[in-house]
């Protein structure tokens, strides 16, 4: 099954090489799209084809990851196909090509159980995604490829390096130098805790680099702001999340190794420190895009605090992952949107977004408010039980400082999109002959009513997957 995710879609972009119409070739997208998905589901309910060999194996939480992204690409790959009908100005081959081979590279990251192959998968989710962002190419949009290839390879080496370490911790321990993930679990105990330690702090940043957490970051505003709309979702909803499961890998292998207390001061240090540059980076924020890339700062160090905590809010972290997924991609949509409407991410051009473009304008306000925390939408449901559990564990100081940065991120937040929806538009705003269709503004309605379903009701047979994956991560091995 796993080639078949694989394959498809890399056949999908090598034909969207060969089609020559720039009108028809987009439609390939949501082919790959709807084959990934089905396949996913078919996995999901069909257990037995999760196992190919001991380097491909989907666990449950790999399963988590898939069905995440998987969902994400497959909304997103429909805005694509009507996204680029009003974009006939540029080739979009390469997009295309680069769009539909993006969701097979990331499936081998979900199945990857040897951490090699894992390494190779993720740094090849950025060397496909590195082209979606010069797709304007313009001089900021490729400055902002460079940052993202540049700081990404730093980040992608040090995590090749720390993987050495880990499978070096093997051998010193007096087993053989592996990096596959059941055998590094299950010799967990016979690790030797120095290179362990330094494994994971080398991991950390690597991987952490690719989440964009903060001080690693610093790729994420250029990239958020220069690529197209779908492109950021993509990033902050897909690349992310393949980076946090492989933190994921190496938190789980130090807990089995006896490292929980090591691995969680670091890790709420940093997520601590995520949410706090990102507070203060988004007050007084004009770009509305590179707001977003803050946001995800965010959101990426509630993930790393929920792990932070332990075994009892990994529940609470998983939800967030599919949560704050659905969620920007309705944000990074909708600001698409504003953006080809007016041309500019600027509020001191964006303004009476509500009017201009009520859809858009109108989500673009509700996801804000979805993704701060408010109810009754999925993020608050997940970011309360991540809180409830830290002050439950005794991290009292922790959960305070979280309540501050949330508290500062709506503010400077708030600040922004009010200035953005509201308002009259300006006398000097760009007349762009953008209007709202049913492909760009449908994907942005199936988002809320997700992240509105999901915060209402959680659905049975997801809260299934998820404490699979709770029940992976809490086994002894």
Request: net charge neutral; glycine share 8%; proline share 4%.
């Amino acid at each position: 099954m796993v080639y078949f995710q694989v394959i498809i879609p890399i056949a999908l972009a090598l034909i969207a090489l060969v089609v020559q119409s720039n009108r028809i070739r987009p439609w390939l997208v949501p082919i790959a799209g709807v084959f990934h998905f089905c396949l996913t589901l078919w996995l999901l309910f069909d257990p037995e084809q999760c196992y190919v060999n001991s380097w491909l194996i989907l666990d449950p939480v790999g399963k988590i990851i898939l069905f995440n992204v998987s969902l994400l690409y497959l909304i997103c790959s429909f805005y694509a196909a009507g996204y680029l009908q009003y974009r006939q100005e540029r080739q979009n081959k390469i997009f295309v090509a680069c769009l539909a081979a993006f969701i097979g590279i990331f499936s081998m990251v979900c199945w990857s159980h040897n951490l090699g192959v894992m390494w190779i998968s993720i740094e090849g989710t950025t060397l496909i995604t590195a082209p979606l962002i010069y797709f304007n190419k313009s001089k900021k949009s490729i400055e902002a490829t460079w940052k993202y290839l540049i700081v990404g390879s730093v980040g992608i080496a040090l995590a090749l390096l720390g993987t050495f370490f880990l499978a070096y911790s093997s051998l010193v321990g007096g087993a053989d130098a592996s990096m596959d993930f059941y055998y590094l679990l299950e010799n967990g105990a016979t690790l030797n805790k120095s290179w362990l330690q330094a494994a994971f702090i080398l991991l950390l940043i690597g991987y952490g680099t690719k989440m964009g957490l903060a001080p690693m970051h610093t790729w994420k505003p250029d990239a958020y702001g220069e690529a197209p709309g779908i492109v950021g979702a993509l990033l902050s909803g897909g690349v992310t999340s393949g980076a946090f499961l492989a933190i994921t890998r190496i938190w789980q292998i130090c807990n089995v190794a006896g490292e929980t207390e090591f691995t969680s001061k670091i890790l709420m240090g940093i997520g601590l420190f995520s949410m706090l540059t990102a507070s203060i980076f988004m007050m007084n924020q004009r770009d509305f895009k590179r707001m977003l890339a803050y946001s995800s700062v965010e959101h990426m160090g509630i993930l790393i605090l929920g792990l932070s905590v332990g075994t009892t809010a990994l529940f609470a972290t998983f939800f967030h992952v599919i949560a704050s997924t659905l969620t920007k991609g309705m944000l990074f949509l909708s600001s698409g949107n504003i953006h080809r409407a007016y041309a500019s991410k600027n509020t001191r051009q964006v303004t009476g977004a509500i009017r201009r473009l009520p859809i858009s304008g109108t989500l673009f306000l509700i996801g804000f408010l979805a993704i701060t925390g408010t109810p009754p939408f999925a993020p608050f449901v997940s970011e309360f039980m991540i809180l409830t559990n830290a002050f439950t564990a005794g991290h009292l100081v922790a959960g305070s400082l979280y309540i501050l940065f949330m508290l500062i991120v709506f503010m400077g937040m708030g600040i922004t999109v009010v200035k953005v929806v509201y308002g009259e538009a300006p006398e000097d705003a760009m007349d762009t002959p953008y209007h709202e269709g049913i492909m760009t503004t449908m994907p942005l309605v199936l988002f809320l009513l997700m992240i509105l379903i999901l915060g209402i009701a959680i659905p049975t047979p997801l809260t299934q997957l998820i404490n699979e994956a709770v029940s992976f991560m809490e086994k002894p091995f």
